[in-house]
Every structure is written in structure tokens, then in C-alpha cells.
């Protein structure tokens, strides 16, 4: 097969938001030895494609094989800043493009039953997930116990799918009646509407045996959203945070006081090392899960399309963006 020497790629020229992206064509660089052509079909951080060229030195790929990538080259063990300065789409190039030369390392198989585009999904949303019910050792998400999450997003699906298989029960919260019932459907046991419930960490801590409250909260919103989660959570329990999406506005956020006297612990969860994607890859064969994915699906030319349909918060899952044609 002829190699491709160009591809179509987006490009941060500004930092202000998807109008900071421009589209253009580019010479793809030559392969080091220890790096892997793939022919893209979803970017950024987390892509998925197939392998179509490979440097010398390269052991764990050939061409053919089904990869997503790996946003840091964080193996296992403690987080250390090394890992954070070599993030693909950041230091790295990502996968926004038609074709990524990447290096091995940033580079994992995907499970069997995954297709291009439910693959593109695990590097953040799924591993960013996986980490904020397993992350820490010695306190895996158990059978029957109970989780919180927030909202239709791509981490929170994941969770639901994720503590399901696992047996536990889950409570989530959304903003609209329409995303109630999808999370009925994706296995959410309980569902409340925050913009009708504003104080919803009581109504879930009541759902809860005994009224003891959630052991795990995955936390998508930050600031105000601590509060009400802080009221969800039983004594000893575990609050992950994954997100800031509803902003830091110091005054909506709970003060020390207000964390003391839950006597719970409060971890900031990111997309967690190799070790854990694998683990999580395993568990996803093995229990069939298929990622959720929004209905609607974007082409690379309307990659701007697909930030603005994000910040809407019109989806249901993953937002991805088709590169190629194929699943
Ligand atoms: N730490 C990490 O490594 C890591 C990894 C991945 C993502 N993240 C972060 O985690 C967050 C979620 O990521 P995602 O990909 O799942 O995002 P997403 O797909 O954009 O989903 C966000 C969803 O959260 C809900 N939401 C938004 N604002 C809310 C608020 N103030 N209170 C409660 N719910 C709210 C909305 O769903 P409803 O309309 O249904 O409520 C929204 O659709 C983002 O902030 C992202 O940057 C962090």
C-alpha cells in the first residue's frame, strides 16, 4: 500500500474556544522508529483507527490492528509530572486529522466487540470514569452499593455502565425530562431532575437504605454541585471529581467546614495510567458493554460544529467525530 504524504488536520491558532480552530492541509512527518501511522476516524485526545504503517523498532502493533489512543504516557504507579507534560492533543499532536503519526506508547487495542467510533471513546470519557469508581486502591466500587452521577455527558454514561455491570445501583441527575428516560434506558435505578429538585442531595441520600447516602459521587459539576453532593454522600463515603463544568464560582462553592463534617474523602480523578486502561478494556469484553454514543455524528469538516453541539448540552453520551468513512 502507498503511503499518504498530506493530511487534512485542525489546528489550534488561537486558544479562544472552536473559533480558534482552523482547518488545513498538512505534510504528514516521516515515521521514527519507534512511532505508528495510523489512518485516524475519530481525533483529538481520544481517537480510535487502524494501524497502517509502523517504524522499525515498533513490537506491539502491525498494520491491520484496531488501536485508540492513550493521552498520557502514565503507565502505572503515582502520577508524575512527566506524564502530564506529554499529553496526546496537547504536547503531542492528537487525532483531529485524517492520518496521526503517534508514538507507540500513546497507542492500545481495543476491545473486540468495540467499533472505530465506540473505541474513540474510551481513552478520556471511559478511562476518566473507570479511575473515578476504581482509582483507588483498596476501594473498588463494590456490589450493591450505591453511586451518584451527574448529568447525560460521556464520563457519566460510562459510570452508569460501569457500576451496573458491577452491581451496584445507581441515582443520577440531569436537567431535562427527555435525558431522564435515556438514562433510564442506559440503567440509571433513580433519576432526578436538578432544575426541578435544586436541593437533590437530600432527595438521593432519601433513596438511599436507611437514608445513609451514596458511596461514590462522581462529580461533573464542581462548585455548586459539591454542595449538593457533599449532602449525598454518606459518612466515610467517596466523592470523585471529574469535572468543573458547572464553572468555580468560589461563593457557590462548600467551605472547609462544610467538607470536615461530612467525614468523607474527596478526590480529584483524571484519566487514570495504562494499568487501568487495560483493566478496564478486560471488563468491557468481558461484560459486553458498549460505550453510549450521541445519535448524531459529525464529519472532520464540521469539527466546530460538534464543540458548539457539546456546550449546548443537547447530547445524550459521546459527541464524536467521524474522520473517515467506515464504523
Ligand atoms: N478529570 C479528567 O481527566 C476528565 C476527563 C474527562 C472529562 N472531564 C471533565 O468532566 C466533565 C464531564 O465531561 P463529559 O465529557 O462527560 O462532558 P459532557 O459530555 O459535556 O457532559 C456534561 C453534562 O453534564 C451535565 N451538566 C452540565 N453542567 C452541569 C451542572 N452545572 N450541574 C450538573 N450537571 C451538569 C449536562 O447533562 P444534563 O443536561 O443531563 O444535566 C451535560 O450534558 C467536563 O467538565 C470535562 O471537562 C475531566
Known sequence: MSLPEKTKQWVVERFDGPSGLEFKEADIPPLGNHDVLIKGVVPVSDGSGVVISIGSDVTSFQPGDKVATVMSPWESGPLKQSNIDRLLGNALHGVLQEYAVVPEQHLISIPQNLSFIEGSTLPVAGLAAWNAINGIQGRPLLPGQWV???????????????????????????????????????????????????????????????GEGVDVVIEIGGGATLKQSLSAVKLDGLISVVGLRGGVSPAEQPVLLDIFFRFCTIRIAIVGPQVQFKEMNRFIDSKGIKPVIDDRIF??????????????????????????NGD
Not at 173 to 196: C, F, M, Q, W
Not at 304 to 310: I, P, T
Open 299 to 324: 464529519k472532520l469538516e464540521e469539527a466546530k460544529d460538534a464543540f458548539e453541539y457539546l456546550e449546548s448540552m443537547g447530547h445524550v453520551g459521546k459527541v464524536c467525530i467521524k474522520v473517515v
Open 148 to 210: 451518584l452521577t451527574q448529568g447525560t455527558g460521556g464520563v457519566s454514561t460510562f459510570v452508569i455502565l460501569f457500576a451496573k455491570a458491577m452491581g451496584a445501583n445507581v441515582i443520577a441527575t440531569t436537567s431535562s425530562t427527555e435525558k431522564a428516560e435515556r438514562l433510564r434506558e442506559i440503567g440509571a435505578d433513580h433519576v432526578i431532575n436538578y432544575k426541578e429538585v435544586p436541593e437533590w442531595g437530600d432527595r438521593a441520600k432519601a433513596l438511599t437504605p436507611g
